[in-house]
């Protein structure tokens, strides 16, 4: 097994993640494996899949497109775009853009993962009133 048959395969259960299977990528962290997002910062494959089961209860038809990865040794690079549906808005599909930065171990197992994405463009912007100070701020500390 290659790194990059590992990349391969992470890609696969994330494209394919559902409430059903979120269990299954326990097979895929290390047991003392390290997440952060903008929200969150845990250790442990019980508190990431718990991170990815609450994901579940928040929104709608989540899933993970992955538009583009890079392997470089253990190192990966994942580009993709999430896409729900806020519960009882009864609005459009949302999208968020990000990136994950994926760290394989010599197990083969995923020991690191960060992700990174602009929770003010990607979310707050997004929200009514929220959104409409976001956007203020936005122009404000824009270069002309």
Known sequence: MTYQDDLAHFIHLFET??????GALTELYTADAFFKDPFNE??????????LEHMFTQVDEPRFV???????GEDAFIVWDFLFRLKDRGLAGQRIHGTSHVR?????????????????????????????????LKRKVQAS
């Open 17 to 22: 993640l559902s409430q059903e299977n979120v």
């Open 42 to 51: 845990v250790h442990g494959q019980t508190a990431i899949i718990k991170i």
């Open 66 to 72: 992955v538009t583009r990865s890079i392997l470089q």
């Open 104 to 136: 394989f171990g010599p197990d083969h197992k995923v020991n690191y993962h960060r992700d990174y994405w602009d929770t003010a463009e990607e979310l707050y912007e997004k929200i009514p009133l929220l959104g409409s100070l976001m956007r203020f």
